[in-house]
């Protein structure tokens, strides 16, 4: 056990990429332990999966959005509703992030897609760098916590837990996100005294809301499609690309077959990046299970508590820690097939805790020196990353409190799946 994750250790040391790693150090105990006939076999049993299809096609349709003059639209309809309120674009730029994860259910669709407008309208009004930056990248983690959330259908299909009952169980800790953001960003923007919009008027709402009504309707027709039983996840997702599609060419008429074919390549790029990764995982899975390695994480995590909630709060500090150094995304493929069976020991939902490691997954893109999100913002906001990273720091407080409160309090996160199923 210690020799394979000591190698894999040591190759993401010398800085191979995470994906490559898991096939590098699976490969070399398989040739030095027997089994390599099989790996290729493993590899494909990894992809396999009929519900993993429903990633693509979310890269495919959140790409769309981005592309089809969406998210102008969604900047505007919550600048009328928040603007007035002090901090005015801090809170614009949280509710259009809620407001656009509906549609995107990936942080760095929205850092990217957001980000740009948003941190040009804070500058224009006065805001620093380091706190547009900073709000942009710690409200994009909201998300990967609604529905359609990438992350969400990944850890479901691993798990085996209903990706229905997961998308409803991120409602609640994704709203909670954002309410702790704003309050954040009150209290800031108080303390250094940023403008203000004057009041829109309720028709003027009423009008960006027009605008913006046929975009808010996707995150409509994907939970409501999936509960009806019109469609599955997977199918979901396509209904979704189809319906980006639509409002793009038909409705807002700002997409271009030039930009259509662009997002095409983008999307396969993306696809095969994440499905080259979940095939090294697969490799790597029949690895650790060769080695028991599971069963024995087990018995040492029950060596040292048997109680759920302290559990969580190791695996969160866990991964609050490897987040930081490891990418988030490999880092939950990797450590889901190990933990998972000892959440079935200590009778932990399968649903909370999906939505507690996708939390902390959002924390770690957050995290420098790794930080995913603020690498986007860095680069389409051209702020500094030292400057971020400065400046992210105090809004990881309200997140983690929400964090906390998910894990003391399960009931939260279970509320709407067990009302609604």
């Not at 975009?215 to 009806?228: D, H, K, N, R, Y």
């Not at 396969?268 to 499905?275: F, L």
């Not at 697969?282 to 508590?305: H, M, N, R, S, W």
């Not at 603020?374 to 030292?386: N, R």
Request: net charge neutral.
């Amino acid at each position: 056990m210690f020799g394979i994750f000591g190698g894999w250790g040591a190759l993401l040391a010398v800085g191979m990429p995470v994906a490559f790693t898991l096939y590098v150090v699976s490969i070399i105990y398989l040739l030095m332990n027997g089994g390599i006939a099989l790996a290729s076999q493993k590899i494909i049993a990894g992809l396999n999966s009929f519900p993993l299809l429903a990633v693509p096609f979310f890269i495919f349709s959140g790409l769309l959005m981005n592309s089809a003059g969406i998210t102008d639209k969604m900047f505007k309809f919550a600048r009328d509703l928040t603007g007035h309120l002090t901090g005015s674009l801090g809170h614009v730029n949280v509710l259009a992030s809620l407001l656009f994860s509906g549609m995107s259910g990936s942080a760095h669709a929205d850092a990217g897609g957001l980000g740009q407008l948003e941190i040009k309208a804070m500058r224009d009004e006065g805001y620093d760098d380091g706190f547009a930056g900073a709000i942009t990248a710690a409200s994009s983690v909201i998300g990967p916590l609604m529905p359609p959330s990438i992350p969400i259908v990944i850890y479901g299909v691993m798990s085996g837990a209903s990706i229905g009952a997961l998308f409803l169980a991120g409602v609640v800790p994704a709203l909670l996100c954002a309410a702790s953001l704003m309050v954040m960003v009150y209290f800031i923007a108080k303390k250094k005294g940023y403008p203000v919009y004057p009041r829109a008027s309720f028709k003027t709402i009423c009008y960006s809301f027009k605008d913006a009504s046929l975009a808010l309707l996707t995150p409509v027709l994907i939970i409501g499609g999936i509960f009806s039983g019109i469609v599955t996840p997977t199918e979901a997702a396509v209904v979704a690309s189809l319906y980006a599609m639509f409002l793009g060419f038909v409705v807002y008429r700002e997409l271009t077959v030039a930009r259509f074919l662009e997002v095409v390549h983008e999307s396969v790029n993306t696809s095969a990046v994440i499905g080259f990764l979940i095939g090294g995982v697969g490799l790597f899975g029949y690895v650790i299970v060769k080695e028991d390695i599971p069963l024995k994480a087990a018995e040492l995590f029950l060596q040292v508590t048997d109680s759920p909630l302290i559990f969580l709060v190791l695996v969160s500090i866990m991964l609050f820690i490897l987040g930081a150094f490891i990418e988030t995304l490999a880092l939950l493929l990797i450590l889901i097939p190990i933990l998972l069976p000892i959440t079935v020991q200590l009778g932990i939902d399968p649903v909370h805790f999906g939505i507690v490691v996708v939390m902390n997954m959002m924390l770690g893109i957050l995290t420098p020196p790794m930080g995913v999100s603020l690498f986007v913002v860095a680069k389409v906001g051209k702020i500094p990353y030292e400057v971020l990273a400065r400046s992210v720091l105090i809004f990881l407080v309200p997140l983690i409190a929400v964090l906390a409160m998910i894990i003391l309090f399960p009931q939260m996160v279970m509320f709407l799946p067990n009302y609604f199923l």
